[in-house]
């Protein structure tokens, strides 16, 4: 389940830079110095990755507690059927939902603050910018939380997330210093296959949580341990 994050990552990348791109086109850049530009995109994905570690120990926290319940499968099936309903279902009918309005107050908060961010160009700006642009509200970010969920551990939660966003690290920084980058039907093509991965990780997610015994796939669970009380007694 972790390559799922990194690969989910490296394919959602196409997604993050119809979000994230213009934040990171915007970035106070030294377009001088190469070798400064990059030590500042370093900073800056460093500050994403973080964020998403935080999120993913948050979420894992979660998932912790829920398995805790005894629902370890159960939460694992639910969460696979949500990222399936969600990628497949039209998001016309998910806005009438209004799932995310209780957090966008904070959402405009975190926007004030990297927008100040932004005016600025001290060394620590770029992990400032990048940590508060990990907090923005993205679709695939949502579908990366709910695999750091049913990983039911605080540090795999943690872990899950942060290979996610390792795995947008090399489109984004090439789309940075190649603005053309994958433009037109090329872009289109490639999107198309972000759908069908997520579908992919949430059958994944159903198939570990229905424990059929198949070998890192499908793992059977493990059977609830039983004190043993001896009725023999000890003669000396």
Known sequence: ?????????????????????????????????????????????????????????????????LYLFGIQQKLSIVIGILMIAITVIPAKYLNTLKLTAPIYKIIGQVKTALGSALKKRTADTFLTIGFLNGFLPCGLVYMALLGAIALATPMQGALYMMLFGVGTIPLMTSAVFFSSLLQGNTKQRLQKWIPAFVVLIGVLFVLRGMGLGIPYVSPKAPAPQTEMVSGQMECH
């Open 1 to 65: 389940m972790l390559t799922a994050a990194l690969v989910l990552g490296i394919l959602g990348s196409l997604h993050c830079l119809g979000m994230c791109g213009p934040i990171a086109f915007m970035l106070p850049l030294d377009r001088e110095h190469k070798g400064k530009k990059l030590m500042q995109l370093f900073l800056y994905h460093l500050g994403r990755v973080l964020a998403y570690g935080i999120l993913g120990l948050v979420f894992g926290v979660v998932g912790k507690g």
